[in-house]
C-alpha cells in the first residue's frame, strides 16, 4: 500500500503561483511514474502533468503548458506541481497519483494509488 498527501492548496489571486507537493509513504518506494490530476466543480477528473521515475520525462496538458511545472525528489518520496500565472479556471481539486513498474501516462485509469486532494482556488 501507499499512501498519497497532497498540500499547499489554497485560495491566490489570478495570476498568482503556489506550489503543490505531494508526499508518499508505505511502501518501497522505486521505478513509478507520478502524476496529477484535477477536478474542476461539475467537471470530470482531468489529466494535467505527469513525470517518469527519473524525472527526465515529463508530459502536460495543453491548458497549463508554460505555466505548471511537475518535478520529484525521489530521496524525500515527494512530487511537486508548481503553478504559476494562475486563472480562475485553474480553480479545482488536485490529485496525485502513482504508478508503479510501468511509465507516465495522461490515462488516470492507469495509476494505481491516489491521493485526497487539495482544493485550490484562483479569485479574479
Known amino acids: 500500500q501507499v499512501q498519497l498527501a497532497e498540500s499547499g492548496g489554497g485560495l491566490v489571486q489570478a495570476g498568482g503561483p503556489l506550489r503543490l507537493p505531494c508526499a508518499a509513504s508505505?511502501?518501497?518506494?522505486?521505478?513509478?511514474?507520478m502524476g496529477w490530476f484535477r477536478q474542476a466543480p461539475g467537471k470530470e477528473r482531468e489529466f494535467v502533468a505527469a513525470i517518469s521515475w527519473t524525472g527526465g520525462a515529463t508530459n502536460y496538458v495543453d491548458s497549463i503548458k508554460g505555466r505548471f511545472t511537475i518535478s520529484r525528489d525521489n530521496a524525500k518520496k515527494t512530487a511537486y506541481l508548481q503553478m504559476n500565472s494562475l486563472k480562475p479556471e485553474d480553480t479545482a481539486v488536485y490529485f496525485c497519483a502513482v504508478r508503479f513498474g510501468a511509465p507516465m501516462s495522461f490515462r488516470q485509469y492507469d495509476y494505481d494509488y491516489w491521493g485526497q486532494g487539495t482544493q485550490v482556488t484562483v479569485s479574479t
Open positions: 508505505g511502501r518501497t518506494w522505486g521505478n513509478c511514474a
